[in-house]
């Protein structure tokens, strides 16, 4: 039967007999029909501005994008938060779900950056945190499969919902850092391990400091993963959790996960009044390379010169750099 006729029928349960990427594709059409805000939100983004910017080897990527300015200059202290009701424990009444595990939900993010875009909320209003979340990262990035990208924002990093817990994902290859990734890992990284389960590359010559697993293996990841946590506790704040971005994806039988440990939540630009200001809150998919700016004065003023800064600002400097990949390669042999 045709996409269309299980919409059309609004025979829900054969969405909830599918696998879980077809779920997915069901879920999507019938929102965007169903929903209204939802389908005139991703209509628009036909009419976004992309421009390039081109560096040596590879290009960031800048979308014009007024849509998430709610997103972009929402105000995420823990004041503001506790003030406002949690947007993700009350959602539109138009808002339906597909579960995933027992404890996550699928959702239509109705304010698009990709041409779907989707977030996965933890079912319980639990804060955000990757700490107890990372292996259900690893299952949703495998379940969703070729053409989904997934990511997360730490608290303190771009996610703005801080106090409740979620993923997003959205359409691959959206992101420049996945179609880079071979490049990157080749000729613009170190490996710092290597076994016949896992790669781990220090991404140091890409405007940020980054560390990328490529595995097959979700016991090496996790393994991984747990080296990488312990070792930027040491030297970003001790509070929760380390601050970090990351970008998932699963092709070709592996997972490619890319950290982005950082040390600043905005650049100091963005807190400036008037003209000075540069609204701009780098998250995940900035920092993977898709820069996003909700006003046109930023899109068009963001050159080569912009991006190094903002990217420099927010990310590790070279000493703690230096620190966190020594730490990584000290432990993984220690072992
Ligand atoms: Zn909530």
């Known amino acids: 039967m045709a996409l269309k006729d299980l919409i059309n029928r609004k025979d829900t349960n054969k969405i909830f007999d599918s ?14 029909t169903e929903w209204e805000l939802c389908g005139k939100n991703y209509s628009a983004l036909d009419q976004v501005r992309i421009k390039e910017i081109p560096f040596d080897g590879f290009s960031i990527h800048v979308q014009f994008n007024p849509n998430r300015i709610i997103s972009t200059s929402a105000d995420t202290n823990e004041e503001a938060i506790k003030k406002r009701e949690c947007f993700l424990c009350n959602l539109p009444f138009e808002q339906s779900r597909v579960p995933f595990n027992k404890r996550f939900d ?18 319980k209003h639990q804060p955000q945190t990757i700490i107890g979340n990372f292996e259900t990262l690893l299952d949703l990035t495998k379940s969703m499969g070729n053409d989904y990208t997934v990511f ?36 613009l990284s170190n490996k ?90 780098p998250a995940a998919i900035d920092l993977g390379g898709l820069i996003i700016t909700p006003r046109l004065k930023e899109f068009e003023l963001l050159n080569k010169d912009l991006v190094t800064e903002i990217y420099r600002e927010v990310t590790l400097t070279n000493e703690h750099f230096e620190y966190l990949k020594n730490r990584i390669v000290t432990n993984i042999l220690s072992r």
């Open 192 to 281: 710092i391990y290597s076994d016949s389960k896992i790669n781990i590359y220090a991404i140091e010559k890409y405007l940020r400091r980054m560390i990328a697993l490529e595995s097959g293996s979700k016991g090496d990841l996790l393994f991984a993963y747990k080296l990488f946590v312990d070792a930027l506790k040491r030297i970003s704040l001790p509070k929760d959790e380390p601050m970090m971005n990351i970008l998932s994806w699963y092709r070709d039988n592996k997972w490619r996960i890319v950290f982005i440990p950082r040390r600043k939540h905005r650049p100091d630009s963005y807190f400036e009044e008037g003209e000075n200001q540069i609204l701009i809150s």
């Open 19 to 32: 696998e879980f990427d077809t779920k997915i594709k069901l879920l999507f059409s019938s929102q965007k």
């Open 106 to 123: 699928l959702l239509v993010n109705p304010y698009p950056i990709f041409k779907e875009h989707y977030t996965i909320i933890k079912k």
């Open 152 to 187: 997360y924002n730490g608290p303190r990093c771009g996610a703005s919902a801080p106090d409740h817990m979620h993923f997003q994902a959205g359409s691959s290859n959206k992101i420049p850092i996945e179609n880079d990734f071979d490049f990157v890992a080749s000729s």
